[in-house]
Structures are given as structure tokens and as C-alpha cells.
């Protein structure tokens, strides 16, 4: 009765091998790309360097004033970081990765960075928009949060995946709860397309070993939703016409 369980065993391997793809972890241990994965997830974010560089520049151009200014560099800085280092740490896990404590802390950084563009990406939002009484404290409030996620990473990277899981969950939705509440709605359905890309991203970043390529297809969804929501900022916030009144600060 062995003899079909150990063929079927033999077919699975046969299809992960030409579909480029290694066999899933337990949830413990890290998952090991193969070259083809290694290329795919470095390639996937480094295209997005300059386009990013290039993006922050025109929100540069485009401002008015020093609140605009200060809102498109650190919006801009969170942007390009976040590609920046994710192709690095990629590329540290895929040819240097023997150096063990080097590829640690690429990691680390990867995760930590992933914080500051979540607070950058809102902070255009929050600085430029008119806000509520106590809604307008999410502008300083999203930068506690993001330092909060960040110090938990140093601690405590990879030990509790379900916290990491949660932290940017709340870290993602709390202050779109407040833009919601915003009274000028104008680019909201944008900023909620681009937040269903990530969430949709996420199925594909829990499923390494399952999907091939699946790191690659998470980076791709974070750049769609990224890109949507550069467009909104630009649109909404910066490409106004300049008879259109934006609010005081
Ligand atoms: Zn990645």
C-alpha cells in the first residue's frame, strides 16, 4: 500500500522542482528561496528604486509650501527606503548569506522599515488635510506607533510571527480609521484600493513553499498598492489646481 503514497510523494517533488519552489517550514524556521525565488524577489523590488527617487522628487517640485515640502520628503524618504532596503536584504539573503549575523540584521531592517513607510504613507494625509479635534493627533500618534513596532522588532524579531502579524495589521488600519473621518473625501477609494492590495499581498506572504514565487508576488502587490496610493497622494494632495482651497494647517 506504499508503493502509490510514495509515487504521489515522488510527483509533488517532481512539481516543485519545475515550478522552482522549495518545500515549505514549520513556522519556526525560515523559508529557503531557491536561485530563480532569490532573482524574482530581488528584481521585483529593485525596479521600483528609481521610479520611487523620481516620484518623490515631483511631490518636491509640486509644493507650495513648507508643510507640502516637509510631507513629501518624508513621505518620499519612507517610499524609496522601503524598496531600497528590501532589495538589499534580498540580495544579502540570496549571495551573502552565509554571513550570518549581516543577513540578521538586513532582516531586521527589512521588517523595521516596513513600519516607517506605513506612518510615511499616511503622513501626507494627516498633514495636509484638515482633521478633526482629536483625529488630528494621529499625526504624531502614527510615528509613536511606528517607533513602537520598531523597537518590538529589535526585541523580539521572529519570535511571536502572529504579534509581527498584528502590530502592522493595527499599525496599517488605525489611522485609515481617522483619514475615513476626514470632511474632504476626495481620494479615499484609492487609498482603500491600495490598502485591499496589501491585505490581498499578505495571503501570498504567509505562502512560501505553497505558491511559487510567492515572496516575488507579495513584492508585486506591495508595489501595486504603493503606486495607487503615490497616484492619490499626487493627485489629491499635490497636483491640485491652485484655486482649489487646501485647508489650513
Ligand atoms: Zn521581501
Redesign the pocket.
Known sequence: TSQPLLLSFQVCLFIRAVLFMNNPVPPNKRYQPTEYEHAA?CAT?ALWIIPSLLGSSVLHFQSEDQWERLSAWVYGAGLSSLFII?TL??TVAWKKSHLRSVEHCFHMC?RMVIYFFIAASYAPWLNLRELGPWACHMRWLVWVMASFGTTYVFFFHERYKIMELICYTVMGVFPALVILSMPEQAGLCELLVGGACYSLGMVFFKSDGIVPFA?AI??LFVAMGAAIHYYAIWKYLYAQPPNQIKTSR
Do not use: A, G, L
Request: proline fraction near 0%; charged fraction near 10%.
Open positions: 524577489n523590488h528590501s536584504f534580498h527589512d515572496h507579495w513584492h
